[in-house]
């Protein structure tokens, strides 16, 4: 089972190094359309069955710095770009990198690119114990991804995650209604088998 998250102790500030395990512009399995994903590095939920376990070191990979940044957001600039996507590691748990991301994409492209992030908290959870970064990074999203990698409930034939504990949230509608409201965009379709194991970072 995963770890169950502790609000006090599990905190950005406190464990993340600034690190990313990689970046893959012009993805097309990341989420709807095509899209730039940044993967941060650094993880606590410790899922069984994680596809990416050298990722859970918050000093994998490299740092994140200001060049990447810029290249990020000159990707997100293009047309055919639908938007962001954010993945683990744990975002929130990498709010240095994430957020000031996301506010970097909202000050320069406004809200034409939408952003997407997986993580392994609950919606529910960030809502009610989340830090104040932690929900202004909730607060920024379009879609969230939630809920650990659970290997009992793998299902391989689900659309962009990869057990089925997990939801695909519209995060401005969640919030509104204060409780989960599943993205209108999600189809009950067959597998798509280059997502699958993607999906299973989260
Ligand atoms: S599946 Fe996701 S939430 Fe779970 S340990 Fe791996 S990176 Fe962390």
Not at 22 to 29: E, G, I, L, R
Not at 61 to 83: C, F, H, K, M, W
Request: with cysteine; hydrophobic share 40%; net charge negative.
């Amino acid at each position: 089972m995963p770890r169950i998250p502790d609000p006090a102790t599990w905190r950005s500030e406190r464990v993340s190094q600034a690190h990313i395990a990689d970046y893959k512009p012009f993805s097309m399995v990341d989420g709807e359309g095509v899209r730039c994903s940044l993967y941060v590095s650094g993880c606590l939920f410790a899922c069984e069955g994680c596809f990416n376990e050298a990722a859970w070191s918050f000093r994998y990979g490299t740092p994140y710095d200001e060049a990447l940044e810029d290249r990020i957001v000159a990707d997100l600039g293009n047309s055919y770009v639908q938007g962001l996507s954010l993945l683990g590691g744990e975002p929130f748990l990498n709010t240095g990198v994430a957020l000031r991301l996301l506010e970097r994409v909202r000050a320069d492209l406004g809200s034409a690119k939408d952003v997407w992030c997986w993580t392994g908290y609950r919606f529910e959870d960030l809502l009610e114990t989340g830090s104040p970064d932690q929900l202004a990074l909730l607060r920024g999203l379009d879609v969230l991804v939630d809920g650990p990698f659970e290997l009992a409930s793998r299902d391989l034939t689900l659309q962009f995650r990869g057990s089925s504990n997990q939801r695909v949230l519209d995060v401005p509608a969640s919030l509104s209604d204060g409780r989960a409201v599943e993205w209108a965009g999600l189809r009950a379709q067959g597998p798509a088998p280059e997502q699958i194991d993607r999906r299973q970072l989260i």
